[in-house]
C-alpha cells in the first residue's frame, strides 16, 4: 500500500495559503467557496491513493445512513431542542433501534448532528437541513439519481452509442424502467419524484447567480429610446424569479415590457403578487418565438438539458424573432477546456448528471459552434466571480 506523502514544498505552500485565507476570511460566500475548494486541495495533496478510495467507502455509507433516516422519517421524529434515543426514535417508527443507531454514528462523523452523551443523540444545523421541506427534498433526489448512475455499465451494454443521444432513451429513464419516455416525462410520471424534482430545483437556483455578470442596467438608455420593444423574454423562465431579479438594477424595466415565458402549467401557477409588473406567456420553445424584436431574449440552465442538435433548434427558433440589435443571454455554466483540481467541481458533476437525462455542458468552442449554425456569435463572455457560471451576451451575425 502507498503511503501518504510526506512534507513537500506544493503541500507546505497550500497550507500556507489557507491559513492565511482563514485568517482574512469575513464570511463572504465567494470566499467562503474557494475556501473549501482549497480545504480540498489540502486532503488531496496529504492523502494516498488507498486513503482517497477509503474517503469514497464512507462517503457511500453516510450516505446510505442519511437515506436510511431521511425515508422512515428518523429525522424527523427528532426534537428539533433536546436530545433523543434511538430507542425512543424506534418506538415512533417501528424501526430496529440498532439501525437508527449506527446510521446516527456514522452521520455524527460527518458533522451531520451531535451525540451528547452515550447513544443520546440531537439535530444541529446540518441535521436539521435534511428533516426540512426543500433541503430534504433535494437530498432524495441525489438518491433517485444514484440509483440510476449504478446502473450506467448496464445501459451502456444494453444500448447502442446512439441511443444515448435519444431523448426517449435516456439512461434515467431505462434505469426506472421507464423507457421510450423522456427524462422530464419519467420524472413526472412519479409524483412523489416530480415534487422532489421541483423542490430541487428551487434550491439549486438559490444557489446560481442572476447579477454580476451581464450589467442589465447599462441598457437603460437604449431601452428609453425604444421602450414599445419588450426589454426582456425570459424563456423557460419558471416561476420569473431572473425577471424580479433583473428588476432589481432596471426598475419597471425602464419602461419596457418584462415577459416571462414558460408551460401552461408553471404560468397557471403564478399570481400577479409573485411577479409584480411581469407578463406572462404560456410558450413552447421548440416552437418559433412569437415576440418579435426584444431588446434582450433570456435563456438560462436551458441548453445544458439537450445535446447540440436540439440546441441549434431552440437557438433557430430565437434568431427567427431577433432585430439587428436583439440580444440573447445565455446563462450557463461554460465548461473548461481543461480539468483543473483547483477549479470548481460543480460544472463536471453536472455535467455528468445532465448525461442521465439526455444533455451536456458546453465548452465556448461547442456555444460557439451551435450559436453559428442558429445564424448567432458571441459578443462577449461575461464570467461570475467565482466559478464557471457566465453570461453569454449573443447577436445575430453580422456581415
Request: aromatic share 10%; glycine share 6%; charged share 25%.
Amino acid at each position: 500500500m502507498a503511503a501518504a506523502p510526506g512534507p513537500n514544498a506544493e503541500l507546505i505552500k497550500a497550507a500556507d495559503e489557507f491559513a492565511a485565507a482563514v485568517k482574512n476570511f469575513d464570511g463572504d460566500a465567494m470566499a467562503q467557496m474557494k475556501l473549501l475548494k482549497e480545504a480540498d486541495r489540502l486532503r488531496f495533496l496529504l492523502e494516498s491513493p488507498f486513503d482517497r478510495m477509503m474517503k469514497q467507502w464512507e462517503s457511500t455509507s453516510v450516505i446510505s445512513a442519511l437515506h436510511l433516516l431521511v425515508e422512515t422519517g428518523a429525522l424527523e421524529k427528532m426534537p428539533q431542542e433536546g436530545s433523543v434515543t434511538p430507542k425512543e426514535i424506534a418506538a415512533l417508527i417501528n424501526i430496529e433501534e440498532s439501525a437508527i443507531a449506527r446510521a446516527l454514528r456514522l452521520c455524527v462523523m460527518e458533522g451531520v448532528a451531535v451525540e451528547t452523551a452515550p447513544s443520546t443523540f440531537a439535530h444541529n444545523a446540518k441535521s436539521l437541513a435534511y428533516a426540512t421541506p426543500g433541503m430534504r427534498e433535494f437530498f432524495r433526489i441525489t438518491i433517485e439519481q444514484l440509483k440510476a448512475y449504478v446502473k450506467l455499465p448496464d445501459y451502456f451494454k444494453s444500448h447502442t452509442q446512439e441511443d444515448l443521444f435519444d431523448l426517449k432513451k435516456s439512461p434515467f429513464a431505462w434505469a426506472f424502467g421507464l423507457e421510450g419516455l423522456t427524462y422530464y416525462e419519467a420524472i413526472s410520471h412519479n409524483p412523489d419524484r416530480f415534487n422532489m424534482f421541483n423542490q430541487t430545483m428551487t434550491q439549486m437556483e438559490k444557489q446560481v447567480p442572476i447579477l454580476g455578470m451581464f450589467p442589465f442596467s447599462s441598457m437603460q438608455a437604449e431601452v428609453e429610446a425604444e421602450p414599445e420593444r419588450p426589454f426582456v423574454v425570459d424563456i423557460g423562465g419558471n416561476r420569473g424569479h431572473c425577471l424580479v431579479a433583473i428588476k432589481s438594477e432596471a426598475p419597471n424595466g425602464f419602461g419596457a415590457k418584462m415577459i416571462l415565458q414558460d408551460r401552461e402549467d408553471v404560468i397557471g401557477s403564478l399570481t400577479k403578487e409573485d411577479i409584480p409588473g411581469i407578463e406572462t406567456m404560456v410558450y413552447d420553445f421548440f416552437t418559433p418565438q412569437p415576440v418579435k424584436n426584444a431588446h434582450i431574449y433570456y435563456l438560462r440552465r436551458i441548453l445544458h438539458d439537450f445535446y447540440e442538435p436540439v440546441c441549434v433548434k431552440l437557438l433557430k427558433n430565437i434568431a427567427s424573432a431577433m432585430g439587428p440589435t436583439s440580444r440573447l443571454i445565455i446563462a450557463d455554466m461554460i465548461l473548461p477546456d481543461r480539468t483543473d483540481m483547483a477549479g470548481d467541481m460543480t460544472i463536471y458533476w453536472m455535467d455528468f448528471s445532465m448525461m442521465m437525462l439526455n444533455g451536456k455542458e458546453k465548452t465556448k468552442a461547442e456555444f460557439e459552434e451551435i450559436l453559428s449554425e442558429a445564424g448567432m456569435e458571441i459578443v462577449k463572455v461575461w464570467p461570475f466571480a467565482f466559478g464557471t457560471q457566465a453570461n453569454i451576451e449573443c447577436r445575430l451575425k453580422r456581415g
